[in-house]
């Protein structure tokens, strides 16, 4: 399965290494979508994303809350010193992890928003 957070080859660029890069991806559903976000900071300004990655819990057992129609959430975070993955049942999303995954959608879709348009957050 190729990593979501992989940039698309249009997007790369040599400062690459020097982002930090935060991805959120929600599949299942009664329609079984896939929704995306992305986050994109470089490292002098990625004080407060560091504070929200490191306040999850990204070692914690997993809460197995498998049922039909629930959504699934993978975190990704590459970070110039390391990288982090997690998959979390929708019941798991909670607390700090609710808080990244809540910035990291209101920061792509102040990216994507065009001024005056209302953004979408499902």
């Not at 698309?8 to 020097?18: G, H, Q, S, Y």
């Amino acid at each position: 399965m190729p990593k979501e957070i992989d940039a698309p080859d249009d997007r790369a660029t040599a400062d690459e290494d020097d982002l930090l890069v935060v991805a959120v991806v929600r599949t299942g559903g009664i329609a079984g979508l896939r929704r995306r976000w992305r986050v994109e900071t470089p490292r002098p300004e990625a004080h407060d994303w560091l504070v929200l990655i490191d306040r999850c819990p990204w070692n914690a057992p997993a809460e197995h809350d498998a049922g039909a129609d629930r959504y699934v959430w993978s975190i990704q975070v590459r970070m110039p010193s390391e990288e982090r993955e997690r998959e979390l049942a929708d019941s798991e999303l909670r607390g700090a992890w609710r808080d990244l995954v809540d910035a990291v959608r209101d920061a792509d879709a102040a990216r994507t928003t065009k001024p005056g348009d209302p953004a979408s957050r499902e």
